[in-house]
């Protein structure tokens, strides 16, 4: 069984359609495949009939955007219910905090590399969520830059004076909120520094009190001293570890099942579904 549990399509920033990503993570040979896309379900149902389709087993999954303090933090949601109307509140507010945000961060762009809005409008094409990786695509567009990584490197990340934060839940909330959607909350690539900064072992801890159900260890983010870390605290507070892919199309070159999740782990997270 070939397990993984974080992909995303163009509904956020992944550049294929949810029906495109499980038929790669069929031909990827995939047993079981969730779709993850950023603060939304938007891809939930044609992703669902393609893999019913291909004998796939679907798991409907968020990346959820949240904070601790300053810190940003996503966090996966598995099998959520979509209607619960507390959960889809917070996805809204997010998603419409995103737009300003970037509105923000192209006006503070354009001094320096034109760009306009309608720009980066383009680019998100029909995505419900707006990223820095649409932003990334139209400076790419505009010729400033080569690769959506590129612009990363050197404009987009975390640390850049062109970063604006957005409006996201409290990720003791999200937590909180997942769990009484129906949800399983999963701590995505926790380890991940080079992003920015991470939070300490203190934060997993009371996460874990407040409902945390896994932690998303394997990553290609992850160095191997944070996979030791994040594998003995998974272990410390009885957490489900869990590895995936973190697949956005030809945004990124994380291939579809580059990292797996393991059955035990998988029926773990199954066995919590609300
Ligand atoms: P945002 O949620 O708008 O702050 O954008 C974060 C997204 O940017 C992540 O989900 C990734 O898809 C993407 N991203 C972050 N770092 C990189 C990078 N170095 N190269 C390409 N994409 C990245
Ligand atoms: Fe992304
Ligand atoms: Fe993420
Ligand atoms: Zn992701």
């Known amino acids: 069984m070939r397990i993984d549990l974080h992909t995303h399509s163009n509904v956020s920033d992944g550049t294929g359609r949810p029906a495109q990503v499980m038929r790669e993570a069929a031909a990827a040979g995939l047993d ?10 938007d891809g939930w149902e044609e992703a669902s009939a393609e893999a019913a389709r ?7 999954g968020i990346e959820v955007s949240a904070r601790d303090g300053w810190v940003s933090i996503h966090m996966l949601a598995y099998w959520p219910r979509p209607d ?7 996805l809204a ?28 409008v383009a680019q998100a094409g029909s995505a419900s969520t707006v990223g820095r990786p649409h932003i990334a695509d139209a400076l790419v567009e505009r010729g400033h830059f080569a690769t959506r990584t590129e612009v990363f490197d050197e404009i987009l990340h975390n640390g850049s004076r062109f970063y604006v934060h957005h409006h996201a839940p409290e990720v003791h909330d999200a937590v909180r909120a997942i769990r009484a959607a129906g949800g399983v909350p999963v701590f995505a690539h926790p380890g991940a520094h080079a992003r920015g900064r991470v939070v300490p072992d203190s934060v997993i801890a009371s996460l874990a009190e407040a409902g945390l159900a896994g932690l998303e260890v394997d990553h290609r983010d992850h160095d191997p001293t944070q996979v030791e870390r994040l594998a003995a605290l998974a272990d410390r507070y009885g957490l489900i570890r869990t590895g995936s892919s973190d697949y956005h199309g030809t945004g990124k070159l994380n291939m579809l099942g580059e990292r797996t999740t393991s059955v035990e782990s998988y029926e773990a997270l199954l066995a919590q579904r609300g």
């Open 54 to 60: 291909l004998g796939l087993a679907f798991v409907p």
């Open 93 to 120: 507010l997010t998603r419409d905090a995103r737009i300003g945000r970037a509105q923000e961060m192209v006006e503070r762009i354009a001094v320096e590399f034109p760009l306009e809005w309608e720009d980066v």
């Open 84 to 90: 619960d109307a507390p959960l889809a509140g917070i």
């Open 32 to 41: 079981v495949v969730a779709l993850t896309d950023h603060d939304s379900v």
